[in-house]
């Protein structure tokens, strides 16, 4: 086994400290025999150093580099969440870069793509809707109802393979009628493509920005304004009071839905995607500037309105079936067409 010359230096250092106490007697002669083999090893190690072929050129420290950078990225890592064959679940790849100062490459550290989508992964799941958002897929979205159904599937699916062309995908319409399971289909789906998502529901997040952030009112709103593909659930659902019975938005809500929208708006490749109970010609009442810029972004295709008020609320009509039979020559609804687990979806 070929030794460096810092393990030839504490093997001497070594053999000096643990000389027996009798032998000091001859110490002087025992000093000289050490020092003389220490320094043949060293010469010795020196000339095999010498003969010893270094990267010269360019190719060969590139090729160097990339060896040890090899090493490295072909360990597997332990992180948690879903497999990826690129950094095998460290989180990080070594790649050469060459340094012009020192005319060498170094193995630098680089993150994985697969982070930021595992990254949002593990925070939906930490969070309280995360668990119930990760069993909904658009493949166990219940189309045995109707057409309109099919229809908002097949929109999705086309929505999925154009995000991330930066298009927004909007779907307002009934409570219950399955649009916060189809954005978390859609979602499921991005994060496949290792697309970073976040989830807003509009209810609580927008009151405690609006109550309880006022003093880093612009902070708060970052993580929705810069997520590169925001979820808002709910968008500006009308809660009736005995101040509001006509279910119109707040100034303070429309301010924020705003800046929100306005921000993401402008920066191309940040995808939308939104569930309502509004449809767009609703939000268009409330606020036009906003509602014309959802409307640009979405496009032609993926601005869905499921429609027809309090008559595609198959939660609704699923969870009382057995007590209101539907009237000669309506739709009769299936025992089992929808999973219990996602009925709160």
Partial sequence: MVQTLGQIMDQAQSRRFHTDKSAR????????MDASVLLTQIKQRMEELQQEKQPETLSEKRAACQAECDSYNQREGNLPGDSCPKCLNKG???RPVFEKLYDDFAATSFRCNCMPARLAKQRLLLSGIGPMLM????????????YWQNSMKADAAKFVTMAHSGYWFYIGGDAGSGKSHLCAGIMQELLALEMACTWMDWVDDSTRAISGWRTEYD???DPWRRAPVLIIDDFLKPIKSERNKNNLPKEDSLKLA???VNYRYNNPKL???ISSEHNLETLVGFDKAMASRIE???GPDFVLDNGKEGQRNVRHRYQFKTEKQPAPGQLQIPDEFIDESLAGV
């Fill in 219 to 221: 902070a708060a709103l």
């Fill in 25 to 32: 007697s001859s110490e002087d002669g025992l000093s000289q």
């Fill in 135 to 146: 069993k909904c897929t658009l493949d166990n979205f219940d189309t045995s109802l109707d």
């Fill in 296 to 298: 640009h972004r979405c």
């Fill in 92 to 94: 990080r790849v070594l």
């Fill in 271 to 273: 995808v939308t995607i």
């Fill in 258 to 260: 705003y800046s929100i």
